[in-house]
């Protein structure tokens, strides 16, 4: 079976690709959802892992063989409402199988040792790569409290159950991409909530990351104003002025160069969606394992022979201020496993010269 392909037209550009698999195929938020982040969709021959890229006019759109069936797909409704030339043939029905009764999805392992710090008003978590850290709106709003159930797992859903509280919810006040691990804070009172949530809006926190790059970066200040589409679909940086420009700022210092790689800290002023991550792309040093800020505006991705199988980016540092004692708190946890496995085979190569 041949895999599924069609070229944005005026109905779909503009519209993030979710909505437009949503519209074409007849699928769920989730579905559409599902289907990009498993790595399942191209755009212009890329594999496309942003759900809310915004598609250009005329990029060709790719779905693997099997993953939608092409006799479920929506058809675009036909401008002006033009009348077809005669009723159409219906085929005979055939007699649909029993559905089988949907099994709750199995959850990602979330031990006790990922809570670095608990009390009344606040929980702090080292989050493994691969949780993502709370329910979307849209997920939220199309399956209900019930239906949930059956959708893979959050770490703010993991929480409660873990801390021995399973009635009472905790609240995210900010986020990690998926792929990311590292420390994360979530409110348990709705005092803390509020409090924590003024202190990210200012940028008063401390958050520092630890990234694996290919190419060496800049060490300095790196300022730009983020916009959802840089021109190609992807969030980045705009030299025009943008009502819907956000100003954002990192602070990169090079702590160990590895010959084409290197070991980079980051350190937010601002906290915008994958802020590192495009900052460190456009500066040519995109992370290892990066797929999606990888490449210049409708270019080709930078070579990568890292071999990492996520985005090497690690949250870790944390620091803000206690929402009930106003006394200066901070956290630092070590890389995961993956992480640091990939950091020693890099210094190996970098030493050995290959």
């Not at 893979?152 to 929480?159: E, F, H, P, R, S």
Request: hydrophobic share 40%.
């Amino acid at each position: 079976m041949p895999p599924i392909q069609f070229v944005v037209d005026r109905r779909d550009a503009g519209q993030t690709l979710a909505a437009v698999l949503k519209s074409r195929f007849g699928l769920s938020w989730a579905q559409a959802k599902r289907l990009v982040e498993k790595r399942h969709v191209k755009v212009s021959g890329q594999v496309e892992t942003d759900v809310a890229r915004r598609l250009k006019l005329g990029k060709r759109v790719e779905l693997a063989a099997g993953t939608v069936e092409i006799k479920h797909a929506v058809p675009p409704k036909k401008a002006g409402g033009a009348k077809a030339a005669g009723p159409a043939k219906s085929a005979p029905a055939r007699p649909q199988p029993p559905k089988a009764r949907p099994k709750p999805a199995p959850e990602l392992g979330l031990s006790p040792g990922a809570i670095v710090y608990v009390d009344d008003a606040v929980v702090v978590v080292n989050k493994p790569a691969g949780l993502t850290t709370m329910r979307h709106k849209e997920e939220a709003e199309e399956f209900g409290a019930h239906g949930q159930r059956f959708l893979t797992k959050t770490l703010a859903g993991l929480l409660p159950t873990l801390l021995g509280t399973p009635d009472r919810a905790v609240t995210a006040v900010h986020r990690l991409d998926r792929d990311t691990s590292g420390l994360v804070v979530f409110a348990r009172t709705r005092a803390a909530g509020e409090s924590l949530t003024v202190q990210f809006r200012k940028h008063s926190t401390e958050r520092r990351y630890l990234a694996l790059t290919r190419g060496v970066p800049k060490p300095g200040r790196v300022a730009s104003v983020f916009v959802s589409d840089r021109g190609d679909g992807r969030r980045g940086s705009t030299t025009d002025l943008a009502e819907d420009g956000k100003r954002a700022v990192t602070h990169v210092a090079v702590l160990e160069p590895l010959g084409p790689f290197a070991l980079v800290e980051c350190r937010l002023e601002t906290g915008r969606t994958h802020q590192v991550r495009i900052h460190l792309g456009e500066a040519g040093a995109p992370l290892c394992g990066e797929e999606v800020y990888d490449r210049p505006i409708d270019g080709k991705p930078l070579p990568d022979g890292s071999g990492a199988k996520r985005p090497m980016l690690h949250a870790a540092r944390l620091g803000f201020t206690h929402p009930d004692t106003g006394a200066a708190v901070s956290w630092e946890v070590e890389p995961p496993e993956d992480f640091r496995r990939l950091l020693v085979k890099l210094r190996a190569a970098n030493e050995s010269g290959t």
